[in-house]
């Protein structure tokens, strides 16, 4: 094992402070709720674990969309968690091996850590048709899934399609798509959002890294840390909402204002997430930020429930 | 919409795309010191000298000493294909992740005015609803980090492309296709297609000189090879997406063998993406394209017949990186020019029509993409797109012609038919999304041997 003062060392060595990385595990305890007590914890689970905690992450009914929020992360960087952090050892956007050398990397990553693997999965899975309208190099989504997720210590679903089906499951879902927990009758940790904020998926894994467990979840299968609360009960606009300031239309003075937008169709009322207090992109913004009303991404079934969107429930 | 170019390319070079060239195990046994000199010799990169290249290869080293390999697992290290010297892999692999680093900063682009990357969400129809956003403040935001990624693009991404490219120039007479058709994108009036920075047109059987204006009226897709109810190939307008109601098998022979359509223009199959929209600019004489192209065949000393390849669809995407960064900055002074004047409309108000067609033609970083809606009774009666993957991905058609990547493929050569790295190569080098496409088979999967194995 790494001593503390090595760790610290190549962490100068790459451009890091000591200070830095103190910041960026206070910012990560607090994001997540946890006392400030906590904070030298993470840092010992970052500075050197002395086998990183295998990860499979497998892709089925989705955009990538996930992932790409995912690499956008910033505290710790993407390459600080492929590298340093976790042990991907399969990912289809970012691995090298491809074709045949690719699946048989699946068969022994499952292998080896039989029992031990977190398995994120991003995307929902096909049953109609035997599954057929989903596949992998011949193999349909469901036999993979069946194939790989008895083994896993855990299942984290990255986004709202391995969460709940979503987009691939929307009306009139031809190829009879649903969300994981659905099709595997498991539980699973939920990192719902079409895309998630990459803050709520690295979170989660940084619970179960420091606590040995994952988070506390709500009864559909979200940490409560980040989906505790309504948009609505934490966005900057609310008092134009109490005070009956509305946005009428895009464009106008009201908007220019920054009044509420819940007549221009904002879901927030009903949707449980953090954007307003993590905001996306390093903090850059969020979507009601932009002026464009909440279309209520991490909930179930959104797409179908909360159409037409811009216009008031 | 230039901020997602420079954003995306930059990606797809670095993380897509370059381990199909470097070979990043290699890169532990550089020297330092003389990559330190190689990386002098060839880039302007801000970082560099010897104790960062060796503190980088002491991180990999690490990494691999760890046992846990991670993505770089299983790959085709040491293939004989691999022909950059330590040094070079040491220099890439650098850049590798610093250009991780700089996609996170540079996607904060689109979150300034879309609310979040990816999936910005305030575009809506009749305009966006970042009204607040347009401030002094968010406006030099937007304008450091597009120059922030404008340089990492000039000094190392640009750089880096030359100085792999250089090794691997046989790959200018491999993976070439024949016809090709660009929307084209960023209009700079209200005369479209006329004032597009990325001009639209099509070419035919590598005719640079018969470039000609594309027309969307010429558009029809094929689904005799795709598993879809039989029917003839419709225009999109008219387009229908019925999916066989079974497990469909896959006849690569002579039956069904995809859920991509197979479009046409004018009955051929035609590459889009950036290769195609550097080729309609060049050959239409474009004052920016024109003299980067002829300056990239001149350092790498080769001919415009090496455009049509592999090499040339991987340099063309660095060359509209540059030209379409460069003038980003004008495009924002043009609104802060507004803004001055006291112009401050985001959005036009609209009335739903009871019945209407309707189409957009863009051009995005992968490709040309196409969306043909119909509208009764002031609701969609039907909605048809014709995205850039379906163009360079799509099967053969009633008449047998091959799609873009398929004839791309023919006549490459395979050391190993076991690690086809080279296949690899011209696959990604059109920057697959498959997922856009409607799910295949993964492009990094079992596919691409197939593909090869026909």
């Not at chain 1, 903090?283 to 009601?288: A, E, F, K, L």
């Not at chain 2, 290249?53 to 770089?72: A, E, H, I, M, W």
């Not at chain 2, 019925?242 to 690569?252: A, H, I, S």
């Amino acid at each position: 094992m790494e001593t503390e003062k090595a760790f610290y060392e190549r962490l100068e060595g790459k451009g890091v402070s000591r200070r830095d990385f103190m910041k960026f595990c206070t910012f990560l305890t607090a994001t997540m709720g946890l006392s400030s007590s906590f904070v030298p914890k993470v840092a010992e689970v970052f500075a050197a674990p002395a086998q990183r905690p295998p990860v499979i992450y497998l892709h089925f009914g989705e955009c990538t969309g996930c992932t790409e929020a995912l690499i956008r992360s910033m505290y710790p960087w993407i390459d600080e968690l492929v590298l340093e952090i976790l042990d991907i050892e399969y990912h289809e956007t970012i691995m090298a091996a491809a074709g045949q050398q690719a699946e048989e990397q699946l068969q022994n990553a499952v292998n080896k850590y039989k029992g031990k693997f977190i398995c994120v999965v991003e995307g929902a899975i096909a049953t109609k048709f035997d599954g057929a309208y989903g596949k992998i190099g011949g193999r349909t989504f469901l036999e993979i899934a069946k194939d790989v997720i008895p083994h896993a210590a855990g299942v984290i679903c990255n986004g709202s399609c391995s969460s709940f089906g979503n987009i691939p499951a929307a009306k009139p879902n031809p190829g009879g798509y649903k969300g994981v927990g659905e099709v595997m009758g498991i539980k699973t940790v939920n990192i719902a959002g079409c895309p998630p904020n990459g803050i709520n998926f690295v979170g989660t894994v940084v619970n179960y890294l420091l606590l040995g467990k994952l988070p506390a979840l709500d009864n559909l299968g979200r940490p409560v840390w980040a989906y505790g609360k309504t948009i609505h009960d934490q966005c900057p606009r609310r008092a134009h909402f109490e005070n009956e300031e509305f946005v009428e239309q895009f464009g106008s003075e009201e908007a220019a204002m920054g009044y509420c937008l819940y007549k221009v169709g904002c879901r927030g009322p009903e949707t449980y997430n953090n954007c307003p207090v993590a905001k996306f992109n390093d903090g850059t913004s969020w979507p009601i930020e932009a002026g464009a009303p909440c279309i209520g991404c991490s909930e179930p079934a959104f797409w179908d429930k909360f159409t037409p969107f811009y216009e008031e429930l | 919409m230039g901020a997602q170019f420079q954003h995306d390319h930059i990606v797809h070079f670095y993380h897509l795309h370059a381990l199909d060239w470097v070979d990043v195990v290699s890169a532990l046994a550089a020297d330092p010191k003389k990559t330190a000199a190689l990386a002098d010799n060839v880039s302007n990169a801000p970082w560099g000298g010897t104790v960062y290249f060796k503190n980088v290869q002491q991180r990999l080293k690490t990494f691999v000493d760890s046992g846990q390999l991670g993505p770089f697992s299983n790959a085709y290290w040491g293939h004989s294909a691999y022909k950059l010297p330590p040094e070079a892999n040491l220099m890439a692999a650098a850049h590798y992740i610093e250009a991780l680093r700089l996609q996170a900063k540079a996607a904060r682009m689109h979150a300034i005015f879309g609310g979040k990357n990816p999936h910005p969400q305030s575009l809506v129809v009749g305009g966006v609803t970042c009204v607040r956003d347009l401030r002094p403040d968010r406006i030099a935001e937007f304008l450091y980090i597009t120059k922030e990624t404008q340089d990492f693009i000039t000094n190392v991404y640009i750089p880096d492309l030359l100085a792999v490219a250089s090794f691997y120039k046989d790959w200018g007479a491999i993976g070439g296709t024949s016809n090709f058709l660009a929307w084209g994108e960023f209009p700079e009036s209200d005369q479209e297609p006329e004032s597009l920075y990325m001009p639209r047109g099509v070419i035919m059987k590598r005719n640079l000189g018969g470039v000609k204006m594309a027309d969307q009226a010429r558009v029809a897709e094929d689904v005799t090879r795709g598993w879809y109810e039989k029917g003839p190939a419709r225009h999109p307008y008219e387009g229908e997406t019925k999916p066989l109601q079974e497990n469909p098998k896959y006849r690569p022979g002579d039956g069904q063998y995809t859920w991509f359509k197979a479009p046409r223009y004018d009955g051929e199959p035609c590459e889009v993406g950036p290769l195609t929209r550097v080729l309609v600019a060049y050959a239409r004489g474009h004052k920016d394209i024109k003299p980067i192209v002829d300056n990239v065949l001149k350092t790498l000393d080769v001919d415009a017949n090496a455009l049509f390849s592999t090499l040339g669809r991987t340099a063309a995407r660095g060359i509209e990186a540059v030209a379409i960064g460069q003038r980003m900055q004008g495009w924002v002074m043009e609104l802060v020019a507004n803004l001055k004047a006291g112009d401050t409309q985001t959005y036009e108000p609209y009335e739903m029509p009871n019945s209407g067609m309707g189409v957009g033609l863009n051009d995005v970083p992968r490709g040309s993409l196409g969306h043909w809606v119909q509208i009764e009774d002031k609701k969609i009666k039907n909605y048809q797109y014709v995205v850039p993957s379906t163009w360079n991905l799509g099967p053969r058609d009633a008449n047998g012609k091959m799609g873009p990547v398929e004839e791309s493929l023919i006549g490459t050569p395979v050391a190993d038919p076991k690690k086809p790295l080279e296949v690899l190569r011209t696959v990604h080098s059109f920057d697959p999304c498959i997922a856009c496409g409607v799910h295949v088979i993964d492009p990094d999967s079992n596919e691409v041997y197939k593909i090869k194995a026909l």
